[in-house]
């Protein structure tokens, strides 16, 4: 896909596995600055709260039961004719997945801080927890790591589930390879944290999961690692990574910081460095 060429582009120290890719994102002076034993991830990790918990639990057990009703809807009105352009949609919807993975992934990473009323705690703050203790997300359950995801699909999959109950048999006839677009996009953005958690987990991993990142069907360890070279300014696409080379060469996030700071003044990533400098 895009991953062979954005690896040359990119420091020697980025490539590196295991010990060794802890040791490359350590800063020149040589004091470790990422891991779980780091000032500011401490703080970040007792924020997590019970509130926070449940909204997580409460989000997974709908959005899994909205997908296994729609997936079922979905299997009774596709037709052989539908093929072709079901193909096409899954595709693009895996595409837009990757796209949205790093549009919010960027905004999140660069913009915003942990002190904002309700998103900050709720959202921003795993953000900076995740680059200064990169694998505490491999210490999360299933739960904990999908539990964001599942909420940002409710209302998609609740639409849709709404369509199948409401619509005529006609009109789901009609509708049904948007509907499978809708649906890969919703399944792939549901998966994305997964798939991250995966992107930094190198031992007891189902062999299908290596197969797919071995063949970049979803982001591979490799490839993730150019993201966690500081300053994390680059490849935020982390749903299959497929993205990141093109976005890189067109520099479109860099085009959307200067844009964004030259009318708020405000600077990309300043509250996710103040929180890597936090030494008590």
Request: proline fraction near 6%.
């Amino acid at each position: 896909m895009a991953s062979g060429g954005a690896a040359e582009s990119v420091p020697r120290r980025a490539e590196a596995t295991g010990p060794q890719a802890e040791a490359a994102e350590e800063p020149e002076g040589g004091s470790r600055r990422w891991g779980a034993q780091h000032a500011g991830a401490r703080e970040l990790a007792e924020l997590y709260s019970p509130g926070k918990r449940l909204q997580e639990w409460i989000s997974v057990i709908l959005c899994f039961s909205l997908i296994c009703f729609n997936f079922y809807n979905l299997l009774f009105y596709l037709r052989l004719e539908h093929t072709p352009s079901v193909i096409v949609g899954i595709f693009a919807g895996v595409i837009t997945a990757d796209f949205l993975s790093g549009l919010f992934h960027w905004g999140a990473d660069t913009w915003g801080s942990v002190e904002l009323p309700i998103v900050g705690k709720a959202f921003i703050r795993p953000f900076r927890e995740h680059h200064i203790d990169p694998t505490a997300i491999t210490r999360h359950d299933f739960i904990e790591t999908n539990g964001d995801n599942c909420f940002m699909t409710l209302v998609p999959l609740a639409n849709m589930a709404y369509k199948f109950v409401s619509f005529s048999p006609e009109a789901l006839y009609e509708t049904c390879p948007w509907e499978c677009y809708v649906f890969a996009l919703i399944i792939f953005i549901t998966m994305t944290n997964q798939i991250h958690k995966w992107s930094h987990t190198y031992f007891g991993l189902p062999r299908w999961v290596i197969f797919l990142q071995d063949w970049h069907v979803i982001l591979p360890r490799k490839h993730h690692r150019i993201h966690h070279v500081s300053p994390h300014e680059t490849y935020f696409c982390i749903t299959t990574g497929w993205l990141n080379y093109p976005l890189e060469k067109i520099r479109f996030w860099r085009c959307l910081e200067n844009i964004i700071q030259g009318v708020t003044g405000e600077k990309p990533r300043a509250d996710d460095m103040k929180w890597a400098q936090k030494i008590k």
